[in-house]
């Protein structure tokens, strides 16, 4: 990839700070990049904004493909923004990675959404790790804020690996769900429920209704049997529409009244001081892990040694031992 032109330290910051779309682009851009002198930048850019994040509420949304994410996130995102919110949207496509091509692609996702001028959508960068893909979200979302969105939406497809690290950085997390799906099907499992902080069923319209109040019932009396969170918050279930923006308004009402009640209890602030100490580690694995992979002797070693390990014929963790070994020796005697 070719380092494209980039602005000054400065000038990322102010942009970013005063709210300037184009420049907050620049700037997820650069934080995106994998190149050394880009993250260096980005690094810096984002040390410089920091004093100017925390002040939005953070929301994970999440669910298979087809549930109607994008539905919602375009209706319910209206209902945001027509309180004089501004709304951030960042989508975490993880079948970007493998495929090239990538589902959240699709120019016609959140059309009127996207349209609107208080509303900014940008699918999240994904990087070749997930730890990579949590990193650089967490940085878009920051940028985000400081350039001074009230709300912001993180949505990540499918419900696995990348869910947990979402849930690492938001405040309020959202499943949802289509009644009579099965959870199977949906690929829900029992550690999301545990870390939701409400389901929601979408398509309870039409015939579907029915279904939909009963999934409900089911669900909420489900949940009694979690153990209460660290949070006070007893996760609750909520039918919706997206296309007939039914139960919309009450899922907004849900979300501030979980913020009033963890604000209140002081849960909220905790759990966002624990989210920097993690932020804090899983930097540090990352750096640590990055510097590894370019050290030339590591990997010169490392394809040496891996088609044995992959043979069998030699351990794996005897290998990994060895190679960390030698990673620590170099760096000493430099
Ligand atoms: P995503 O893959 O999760 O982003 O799902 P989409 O938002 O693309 O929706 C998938 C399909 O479900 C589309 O055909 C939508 O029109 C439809 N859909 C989404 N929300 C609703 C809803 O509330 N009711 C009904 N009946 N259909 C919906």
Redesign the pocket.
Known sequence: MKRKERLSESAYIQGVLSGDRVVLSRAITLVESTLPADQELAEAVVSGILSHTGNSIRIGIT?????????????FGKIVVDKGLKLAVLAIDPSSQKTGGS??GDKT?METLAADKRAYIRPSPTGSTLGGVSARTREAMLLCEAAGFDVIFI?T?GVGQSEIAVRGMVDFFLL?MLAGAGDELQGIKKGIIEICDALVI?????D?LPMAKRAQREYANALHLFPIRESGWLPKVKI?????K?GLVEIWEMISEYRDLTKANGFYDANRAEQRGNWMHEHIGYLLKNQFYQDSLIQEKLKKNLPAVKSGALSAIAIAKELVELFMEGKAKK
């Open positions: 669910g298979v493909p087809g549930v109607g994410k994008s539905t919602f996130i375009e209706t589902i959240l996702r949505e497809v949802l979408n398509k309870a319209d039409g579907n919706c529409s997206a296309v007939e039914t």
